[in-house]
Antibody, heavy 116, light 113 residues
């Protein structure tokens, strides 16, 4: 059973860069898409983007100018950087795996990032 | 982007009664070549990540009780809880994985009447 765990600062100052890492255990990071999703308090889910083990990426058009994702297969980790953050970026950030049949079959517990 | 719209936003159902949630996509999520609908349903309880219930619109994830069922095709989908239990109180989301960006419905909150 694959396990995902987000890590990173819980608070980021406005205009700075949010950086999060997701560590994958119990399975290989190869052969899957790895995704970041966020959820502001009391609101819905927003797909930020995904990265394949090869490093290929897809980003949400609404965030594309500020998002960078990377993967480190040697550490079984993938990362998210979101630049020029504002209060609107305050949310719980989840990492998730897109399984071999394309749906999100494994999720991290989520980490709250506050911009202030 | 494919817009996903759920209805209702919330509903209250008596224990043991049926709960029905609808989800409509702004474009078809049916992939003709394999005849599969790229539509999933998730359940989210407070303080927890979403939990996958249904994928391919109607395939139940392993371990999900059979009171949960999904139906529909193309642009219109339904999640049915046949006999609501107390532990089913949650927010339910539909999500399309037909194209990127992946998109979610706004969520439907299910409560006990």
């Amino acid at each position: 059973q694959v396990h995902l765990q987000e890590s990173g600062p819980g608070r980021v100052k406005p205009s700075e860069t949010l950086s999060l890492t997701c560590t994958v255990s119990g399975g290989s990071i190869s052969s899957y898409f790895w995704t970041w999703i966020r959820q502001p308090a009391g609101k819905g889910l927003e797909w930020i983007g995904r990265i394949y083990a090869s490093g290929a990426t897809d980003y949400s058009p609404s965030l594309k100018s500020r998002v960078t994702m990377s993967v480190d297969t040697s550490k079984n980790q993938f990362s998210l950087k979101l630049s020029s953050v504002t209060a609107a970026d305050t949310a719980v950030y989840y990492c998730a795996r897109e399984g071999l049949t394309d749906h999100f079959d494994s999720w991290g517990q989520g980490t709250l990032v506050s911009v202030s | 982007d494919t817009v996903m719209t759920q209805s209702p936003d919330s509903l209250a159902v008596s224990l043991g009664e049926r709960a029905t949630i609808n989800c409509k996509s702004s474009q078809s999520v049916l992939f003709i070549s394999n005849n599969k609908n790229y539509l999933a349903w998730f359940q989210q309880k407070p303080g927890q990540p979403p939990k996958l219930l249904i994928y391919w619109a109607s395939t139940r994830e392993s371990g999900v009780p059979d009171r949960f069922s999904g139906s529909g095709s193309g642009t219109d989908f339904t999640l049915t809880i046949s006999s609501l239990q107390a532990e089913d109180v949650a927010v339910y989301f539909c999500q399309q994985y037909y194209d990127t960006p992946r998109t979610f419905g706004q969520g439907t909150k299910v409560e006990i009447k």
